[in-house]
C-alpha cells in the first residue's frame, strides 16, 4: 500500500532554512504528482507546494521565491527546500498524493518550528 514517511523538521530561527524529505513507497512514484501541505496550530490544513511528473511545480504565494519543490524520482522522494523562514511558516507539514488512486494519502507529518 501508498506509504508516505516525512523527515527534516525541526526548530529554526526566523530567517533560517530547512529542507524537508518525503520518502514514498507502495506504488509507481515517478509518474505521479506529489505535493507538501501545512497545518498551523487551529488553522485549516493549507496547500504549499505541487510538483508534477514533469517537474512542473506551484507554489502558494506565501513560500514563492522562498521555497522549491524538487523529486528525486531515484529515491522515490520529493523535497521541500525553505529558505528564509518566517513566524508564521510554523506548522505540521505533510506530504500528499493519491498515487494514481482515488484515495488520498497522507504522512504522518513533521513539525517545522520557528522561533527565535
Known amino acids: 500500500q501508498v506509504q508516505l514517511v516525512e523527515s527534516g523538521g525541526g526548530l529554526v530561527q526566523p530567517g533560517g532554512s530547512l529542507r524537508l524529505a518525503c520518502a514514498a513507497s507502495g506504488y509507481i512514484f515517478s509518474i505521479y504528482p506529489m505535493a507538501w501541505y501545512r497545518q498551523a496550530p487551529g488553522s485549516q490544513r493549507e496547500f504549499v507546494a505541487r510538483i508534477a511528473a514533469s517537474g512542473s511545480t506551484d507554489y502558494v504565494d506565501s513560500v514563492k521565491g522562498r521555497s522549491t519543490i524538487s523529486r528525486d524520482n531515484a529515491k522515490n522522494t520529493v523535497y521541500l527546500q525553505m529558505n528564509s523562514l518566517k513566524l508564521e511558516d510554523a506548522a505540521v507539514y505533510y506530504c500528499?498524493?493519491?498515487?494514481?488512486?482515488?484515495?488520498?494519502?497522507w504522512g504522518q507529518g513533521t513539525q517545522v518550528a520557528v522561533s527565535s
Open positions: 500528499y498524493t493519491t498515487g494514481g488512486t482515488l484515495t488520498c494519502y
